[in-house]
């Protein structure tokens, strides 16, 4: 464990995701933690080489998601599917801490009869084939009945579903187009973070189950600004911050991205003082991360037809274009 032995609580608080040092510290209290077969009853113990633990986590309470009357910004609706242009800010499912405002709680409100096709077992997920983070805007699909959940689920699973974003990245581009191909899976010092694991040519596949999972993103350039630059990213696979994680491993992370490095200077040129201290405006004004599910190309979950649609830009993105306009370098 290194010459300074780590309190228990600080070590079992970066192991376990979803966790604090504060919640592991209750778990102590109520005897939750064993330590080599023994209950152990100090958060200060110092954990030593060979430590065994074994922890029990209580079952949350059951989520029960209320309607709620939200607007939505409804791009297609027919009887099997609906296409949803999710703005930033809003919560796909309820989570403790989420329990309302989220688009669940909307899609209770607007069908109806989303309680009677998908039990309460599992009441938080509704229809809901795939999800976007909190802070990021764009398309999302949602299922109406059980035949076109499972239809859907498969096509995603399957990757023949396409799924485009646009983002305004830091940094400027060597080659106008490329693919990012790596092992994605936990941050090994942060448990709600996740990483590139190890570069991920396809021959490597078959090392999946042991160090992350293969993540593939294919990149184009659409426009260029000073220390900017404005991409269309095509996931060819679907894991969790895939897009984040991918631009900050080659250098590029999404402007405004507080997780994975996008609210730093440290890819900004310093030789130009006005342009910098715009920069350090614009990030002020820009709380998320400037990424947007811009289209969306599935077959009809019914009818098999291949269809396609598409989300504008939402308007804080396009305010942060309108000033790196101003000192664009290519187009």
């Known amino acids: ?25 209750g778990a102590i209290a109520s005897g939750a933690v064993l330590i080599n077969g023994r209950v152990l009853d100090k958060p200060s113990y110092k954990v030593r080489g060979g430590d065994l633990f074994q922890i029990t986590v209580p079952r949350p309470p059951p989520m029960h998601a209320e309607a709620e009357e939200i607007p939505l910004d409804i791009i297609f609706e027919d009887d099997a599917l609906l296409i949803i242009n999710k703005p930033a800010g809003m919560v796909v499912h309820p989570a403790h801490g989420h329990a309302s405002g989220t688009l669940v709680n909307a899609l209770l409100h607007h ?3 989303f309680r009677k096709t998908y039990p309460s077992s599992e009441p938080e997920r509704p229809g809901i084939v795939h999800r976007l983070d909190k802070d990021t805007s764009g398309l999302l699909v949602v299922a109406k009945t059980e035949e076109a959940h499972r239809n859907l689920a ?35 010092r942060d448990r709600k973070r996740f990483a590139v694991i190890n570069e991920a040519p396809l021959y490597l596949k078959e090392k999946e189950g042991g160090g992350g999972k293969i993540a593939i993103t294919d990149y184009a350039v659409i426009e260029e600004f000073l220390g900017f630059s404005l991409v269309e990213l095509r996931l060819q696979t679907g894991r969790t911050h895939q897009i984040r994680v991918h631009m900050q491993h080659i250098g590029h992370p999404v ?12 890819v900004m040129r310093q030789d130009v003082p006005q342009w910098k201290s715009k920069i350090e405006h614009l990030l002020s004004e820009f709380p998320r991360q400037a990424l947007h599910a811009r289209s969306l190309r599935l077959q009809h979950p019914t ?29």
Do not use: C
């Not at 646009?166 to 990012?180: D, E, L, Q, T």
């Open 255 to 266: 402007f405004g991205d507080v997780t994975y490095g996008g609210r730093t200077m440290n």
């Open 303 to 331: 009818t098999g037809e291949l269809m396609e649609w598409s989300a504008p830009l939402p308007a804080d993105m396009e305010s942060v274009l309108k000033e790196m306009r101003k000192t664009a370098v290519s187009t």
């Open 111 to 113: 069908i109806k009869e």
């Open 1 to 25: 464990m290194g010459e300074h032995p780590e309190r228990v609580d600080q070590y079992l608080s970066r192991q376990i995701a979803n966790s604090s040092r504060s919640k592991v510290q």
């Open 154 to 188: 498969r096509q995603f699973f399957n990757h023949t579903a396409q799924r485009t974003y646009h983002a305004i990245v830091w940094g400027n581009f060597k080659a106008p187009a490329g693919r990012i191909e790596t092992l994605i899976g936990r941050h090994p």
